[in-house]
């Protein structure tokens, strides 16, 4: 790819994403494979004035080495300097950056049981840090073609090939490329969610319904002062930031514990760097209580039982059938991109900042108004091009929100 | 490189070099462009029993960045949590495999007075834990060719080539080839080191003088109770370890403040990633007292003026002219290489664990003893074919230690 181009994409994801501010710091996640674009936005975070920039480096294939020959007490043992680290994030508030590149089947092969417990014992350590950012912090997910990666997509290609064409696609979904105003564009984006999510709003529906001819027939109920919403997000101090890049998708948390009906997945999911694929999930008083797969059932159980919260709904999202993402006819096996070519709905944890003035709750009030709470949140698509969705109000009254899987308001 | 080679070779660095025990940690400090080399260490270390294996991962590339757009403040700065780090590391002393791969010039047009400033800072606040892993640590430092320094050492030859050709250098220096027994290799290696040490001890010299028609024109004082050494050492807990691969070298530390006359360098030497050529530095009371450089002559002032004891000598080694790694005739533009090319001293910091007993004594009487401290300690070499190195007993006797470049005894 052009070094200019990737240059603009490292911008984007600086100024438009994280939206880094001058006297910031910046955290970056990022597989050591892409080095050299971690560089780049490296230099772009500089830039925009960013006081110190460090990088997390990760590498599938040591993480498969530890899982296979450390126990997992040693494991689960987080070290002492790892939560001081933590906590002294909690006090900076870096922004992050999270690259994904990694091959969506990088994982395969570990020990499922082991990676779940690990996670668990981790998790528990490291979460009140996190909760701890939660609202606080500027962050982005952006994608970065990895050499497996780019072959899982695109199967047929020499590598060099399938990674050109990787970046090619990646770059459209997020509105870079020779000639763009990038700026303009995520504006232009971000205002027709807002103009979408008012009118959302102003129905304050009780409950959505879904059905498909596929067999997913589901109904889960809202919380009544949860909101939609899509595109940019503030946080607390009021900066400004994109989460996603890209992002399709307008969403909120929904009564944890109210949902009946069962949803048929429409594309595969990739959970802890392993895939599982055409699965579906029953769910009774707002819980999966019973499900199947074609392929990682067992890993599917394993995310279901994670913990209490796991088997729970986090998120409904709506996405219209003929995306721009989705009207690439890709499928990326990456969840950042197959999420936001469909609908689709997150197991785990909600986010409480979409209750209406939720800066004036503690989390536990926020928990017990209805977002769910989980150690995990992890979305499946369910959306397909024969999907219909309906609003109901408080009043009975009707609204078709989709009709034939795109929108119908 | 062959995988197979490769595989020999990784396992050499845990098993030789830092002789890896069963339920030991292990700390690998390599740069994300030797990524699946790591991996291969890594794998051999949990082969060989570590508990746990974990790497800190460098990139000259972002440490440019870091230099160019964070003020001396900020970079010198030691977060709380590294220290906590540095604190966990001396209670559970892992073994420290370190693979050098950078570009001998990778940090060119790096400001000198702010590298110099950060490292006096950063250094004054780690050295300590550094200290208290003296003797302690099991440790071996390795070199993998990345691209940049193969192109540096091979600058005719394609690339790949180049790397190829580095591999095959790099691999015969430290005995492994197809059809070698590595471990055999460094036993009769190690063993013919042991032997020309006994006979250097026997002698107890008072003080060596080196003489070349290049200019170098040097007598060094050696400390009464000091010891030459070469190859393997023990670790306090009695644990055998190969802190260098390779190794040709045989060495004390002599009594700091005590030499007299001239040294010309007879190689280039790199410093923070920067390269100092053609010099020479003249002695008086054991200090450096005046010194130049046809390049780079700003940074050797640098060097020899970071601290009290960068002036001092803290390492006289000796290597034959017709050393194995110096037939090559290859110039490695990498210490490790070319200091066991050809003799050499170090200015900096000595080690104490070169004195008799050095077990009963504190550091601080270690040092009191004539062991030179320092927060570096940088070896360039000053051998050439026709040094003559004599050594003179407390008694007044002379004995040839070299003769035209080569072993006298």
New interface residues.
Partial sequence: MKKSLLKKYADAIVRVGANVQKGQHVKINAS??I??F??LV??AA?KAG????Y?D?S?D??TK??Y???PVS?MSKV????E??L??EVEVIPCRIVLLSDDPDGLKGVNLEKMQKVQQAVTAVTKKYRDALDCKQQWTIAAVPSKAWAKKVFPSLRTSVAVESLWDAILKTVYVSEDADVFAEWNNHNKSFAEKCAILNSYKFDRVEYKSKNGTDFTVWLIPDGKWEGGGEYTLSGQYFNPNMPTEEIFTSPMKGRAEGVVVATKPLCYRGQLIENFKINFKDGKAVSWSAEKGEDLLTKMLTFDEGASMLGELALIPHDSPINNLGILFYETLFDENASCHIAMGSGFTNLIENYEKYTIDELHEKGINDSMIHVDFMIGSDDMNIKGYTKGGECIEIFRDGNWAI
Same sequence: chains 1, 2.
């Fill in positions: 050591v494979e080095a050299d971690v560089k490296t230099e500089y960013a006081k110190k920039v990088v480096w590498f294939e040591l080495l530890h296979r020959y450390q040693v070290p002492k300097w790892q001081e680290k906590a002294e």
